[in-house]
Nanobody
Framework: DVQLQASGGGLVQVGGSLRLSCSASGIPVDGYAIGWFRRAPGKGREGVSCIESDDGSTLYKDTLKGRFTISKDNSKNTVHLQMNSLKPEDTAVYFC??????????????????WGQGTLVTVSS
């Protein structure tokens, strides 16, 4: 049974940083593509970042490049999302998900098969 647990959200001021964690059980994070998604208030879910299983290649939403960094800690079976220079528009519930079929990364949520419960990030101005 695949389970993902997202954590690390909270309230932060504009320009601050947060590190989100996605702890996995039932699968090794180094065997699958793991993605981060977010849903802002009143908006649909969008892809934020993804890290591949084999060579650790990463993928980012274009507008987030340079501020967000995804990484894996295989020893802890955890994927992190480091978020810097946060803006009010980054306020959202952040979810992690695993892509069971196919090794390549994607930012399309329909390609992901199992989801964590989400962690709320609020950026205050």
């Amino acid at each position: 049974d695949v389970q993902l647990q997202a954590s690390g959200g909270g309230l932060v001021q504009v320009g601050g940083s947060l590190r989100l964690s996605c702890s996995a059980s039932g699968i090794p994070v180094d065997g699958y593509a793991i993605g981060w998604f977010r849903r802002a208030p009143g908006k649909g879910r969008e892809g934020v970042s993804c890290i591949e299983s084999d060579d650790g290649s990463t993928l980012y939403k274009d507008t987030l490049k340079g501020r967000f960094t995804i990484s894996k800690d295989n020893s802890k079976n955890t994927v992190h999302l480091q978020m810097n220079s946060l803006k009010p528009e980054d306020t959202a519930v952040y979810f992690c998900a695993v892509k069971i079929i196919g090794l390549s990364c994607s930012l399309y949520d329909f390609e992901f098969d199992a989801w964590g419960q989400g962690t709320l990030v609020t950026v205050s101005s």
